[in-house]
């Protein structure tokens, strides 16, 4: 089996796909380890925002998004116990993909992998990456595969880490490993059928210790997902003794939100309430090693936002493009050029992406405490167009990455390997 690489990039997931599809097609070798099967579900809100859609495109499951996706999101509502306030939700300075849409990760996760494998990735699925060793320019990554249990090393110029924010890599566990604390945000999401929630409408649910959000996505499922604090949940845990953790949170929410009450009137769950975290938001671009990251395991943001698929896909191609600016064969393994690089694309990050962190931090901690959340509420109700401007200032529109610039890099590539023969 093949072992070397241009490029091992860990998690297949938004980013890590996206990573891998931009880098194969513009003549680089990747491996792409997921440790997971797929189709596989995941605690997501699975709405991706409107600025996303051109970069899907570009990926080359645009037609097929299109087509399996849930109905156009326009309208924002923001839910907390009897009070409703809805809004328009802004729409994208985009001709053809003006509104965002939901769509379950079982099928996105699914079609951007398999994307991958098209562009020529070597997808390792279910492999897991074990142990890394090395630095920038020489890279040994450990896989083993999930069913099997063969055990390989892969070697590598650049590593990229994709592997998301709820686990930390086998390495890096012993020190990251910290006590349960009240604080913690564990996640939470559940499907249901005939929902009674309109098209088009984006609710955003805020309750005592935790935030959540309901969409309607393909197939005519809605979502429902949410984050709840430690404390929140093991104190609900308690006063309902015999039920499952995801059981408490759907009586909790349907207690505390009349919204999600009416929505779930009659509707029917399908499938297990599925759990997560806990969440780690912040930023991690940087943790003492000189892998590049992406998606999630660059920085987290709180999802009251819904924004971590636009920071997995964009982070990707923010990176990406920087590679890309060296031709395969070009002495991808140079440490200087990495550490630069990995300089550049930090900032890039900050830029992009700091400022939509703490704006769904400042909003999290709001939604989640009553008595802070009041007068927030009240100015809502007063000014219900606030929540379109929250949705601009929180990035549903914006995309930083530029999808021509990989086109452009990929025509050059191309050009360059015939020019090669290769
Ligand atoms: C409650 C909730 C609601 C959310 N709602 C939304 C929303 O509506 N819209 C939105 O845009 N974002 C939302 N998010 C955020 C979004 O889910 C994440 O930001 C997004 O999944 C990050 O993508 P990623 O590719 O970085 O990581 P992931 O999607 O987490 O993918 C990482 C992949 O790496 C794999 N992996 C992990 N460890 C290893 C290993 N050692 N070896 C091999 N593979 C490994 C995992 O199996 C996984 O498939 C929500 C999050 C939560 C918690």
Redesign the pocket.
Known sequence: MRTKFDTVI?????????AAILLARAGWSVAL????D?P?R????????AS?LPLLEALGIGALFAQAAGPALQQVALMHGAHKVVAALPAAPHEHYPWGR?LG?ETL?TLLITQARLAGVHVMQP????HVKGTAGNWRCD?RATDAGTVLTLRAAVLID??????A??DARAGRSRDHRASD?L???ANFRQARLPEGLLPVLAFRGGY??M?RADGGVT?L???IRRDQLEASRRTAPGLSAGEVIEALLQEQCDGVRAVLQGARREGAWLA??P?DPGIHLSRGDAMFR?????G??H?I????????LQ??WLLCVQLLARAPGQGLSDPAWQRELARVYAAQWRVAFAARLRFAAVLAHLAMRPRLFKPVLALLQRWPTLLTRAAVWGGKTRCTADPAAIAIQNTFCDHAMRQQGT
């Not at 992406?294 to 660059?298: D, E, L, Q």
């Open positions: 860990i998690g297949g997931g938004p980013a890590g796909s996206s380890i997921e440790k997971q797929f596989r995941k605690v997501c809100g699975e709405c991706i925002a996303n939901a990760r996760d492999w897991s990456a074990t896989v994709a592997h998301g924010s709820w686990q890599l086998p945000l996640a939470f999401k959540g959000g969409v979502t997902a949410c984050c997560a975290g969440l992406i998606g999630n395991a660059a987290e943001a999802p936002l819904g924004e971590g698929m636009s920071m997995a982070s990707a």
